[in-house]
């Protein structure tokens, strides 16, 4: 794994890969060069390198189930195509129990982790959201309640008067026990305006997650790339995330995720190219040196991109999901979820160990 594909690299990207072989990190500077160049196979290699150090030929997965229990919202973030208004045609709020009855409908023997997340829907109170958690973990004790993005967690301390730490004790104790990576888009209080992200801004989610590690939740981010931000954004975030990290030793995995297309109908010209996805994973698995796994989010780039993303330094292809909700509404095309089985082809087809896992990377089949 010591050999850099390309023959004639130039003198900054052997900076950067004496660098990453010494282990000294990474600068705002160099992720933004590694984005501005075109040699995409060292890029690759060096992060399979980085890679193979931290997790091997090892790659993880889980058997969960994502779960929405209201599509209302009263942010209008302008890339999304979940949300709805309040009794507009499609909108949805669940009782607990008739989330129950769903899950009873669709979930089979080897589910270890419901992945939850949905709008702000400020018409119910707080105690909606605990009852929520609290109706799964009674009838389904053995499964993980992974739930609320740190932008949820912003929103419920707005409508319940409490703060971060005591809305997260109140909802650890209806059964949380860890937060989803969502609601970080861009870290950039720019971005955020120009994009109406008009939920947690840049401070509020790195405090949000910080409270969690600091009560002992272990937690995933996310970075939603693609739209109007620039390299230095890209490369910003992560460092963010980087020091929160470098702080509290509490993120399990980094998720880019790719934006979606408001239509599914939409030309290519509209979606970012496997060249950006793969370098953008690449590029995270780099600069993130304190962070163990880089997930390749299929139901974004597609299950054969994921299968390249396993060269390009991703350690992790996420789960069964069963019926994905989000990024299909904003026109991804591809499958709503995979069975155990596809999971293991699919890693096995990257030439690539499949490890099942739970939501705290806990081995709990290597498939060899």
């Given at each position: 794994m010591s050999t850099i594909i390309t023959p004639h690299t130039d003198t900054r990207m052997a900076e950067i890969i004496h660098k990453v072989r010494t282990g000294e990190r990474l600068t705002l500077e160099d992720g933004v060069y590694l984005y501005e160049s075109d040699d995409i196979l060292t890029i690759g290699q060096l992060a399979n390198e980085a890679n193979q150090r931290k997790n091997g030929n090892k790659v993880y997965f889980i058997e969960n189930m994502s779960l929405y229990f209201t599509n209302v919202c009263e942010a209008h973030c302008a890339f999304c195509n979940f949300r709805k208004d309040e009794g507009e045609e499609g909108s949805y709020t669940l009782s607990g129990q008739e989330m129950v009855d769903y899950v009873q409908q669709h979930i089979h023997p080897g589910i270890r982790e419901f992945h939850i997340v949905g709008g702000h829907n400020n018409n119910v109170p707080f105690q909606y959201y605990v009852d929520s958690l609290k109706a799964l973990n009674e009838a389904f004790?053995?499964?993980?309640?992974?739930?609320?993005?740190?932008?949820?967690?912003?929103?419920?301390?707005?409508?319940?008067?409490?703060?971060?730490?005591?809305?997260?004790?109140?909802?650890?104790?209806?059964?949380?026990?860890?937060?989803?990576?969502?609601?970080?888009?861009?870290?950039?209080?720019?971005?955020?305006?120009?994009?109406?992200?008009?939920?947690?801004?840049?401070?509020?989610?790195?405090?949000?997650?910080?409270?969690?590690?600091?009560?002992?939740?272990?937690?995933?981010?996310?970075?939603?790339?693609?739209?109007?931000?620039?390299?230095?954004?890209?490369?910003?975030?992560?460092?963010?995330?980087?020091?929160?990290?470098?702080?509290?030793?509490?993120?399990?995995?980094?998720?880019?995720?790719?934006?979606?297309p408001k239509s599914k109908n939409a030309s290519i010209m509209r979606r970012n190219s496997a060249y950006e996805d793969l370098k953008t994973i690449a590029i995270s698995r780099l600069m993130l040196d304190n962070i163990d796994h880089i997930k390749a989010y299929f139901i974004n780039i597609g299950t054969q991109l994921t299968q390249m993303a396993l060269a390009f330094g991703a350690s992790d292809v996420h789960g069964t999901i069963l019926k994905e909700r989000i990024s299909h509404a904003a026109g991804a095309l591809t499958p709503e979820g995979l069975t155990r089985k596809e999971l293991v082809w699919l890693v096995k087809g990257a030439g690539r160990i499949p490890v099942e896992r739970d939501t705290f990377y806990n081995e709990i089949k290597v498939y060899d």
């Open positions: 004790p053995d499964v993980t309640l992974k739930a609320y993005t740190a932008a949820e967690i912003d929103f419920f301390t707005r409508i319940s008067g409490l703060n971060v730490r005591e809305v997260l004790i109140k909802l650890r104790e209806a059964g949380l026990q860890s937060l989803t990576g969502g609601g970080a888009e861009i870290l950039s209080d720019e971005y955020r305006k120009k994009m109406r992200v008009d939920k947690a801004n840049v401070d509020r989610y790195l405090e949000v997650h910080r409270t969690a590690h600091e009560l002992g939740m272990r937690t995933h981010t996310t970075m939603l790339y693609g739209s109007i931000e620039s390299y230095e954004d890209r490369v910003q975030h992560m460092i963010h995330i980087r020091e929160l990290q470098d702080e509290t030793n509490g993120f399990q995995v980094f998720i880019p995720l790719s934006m979606q």
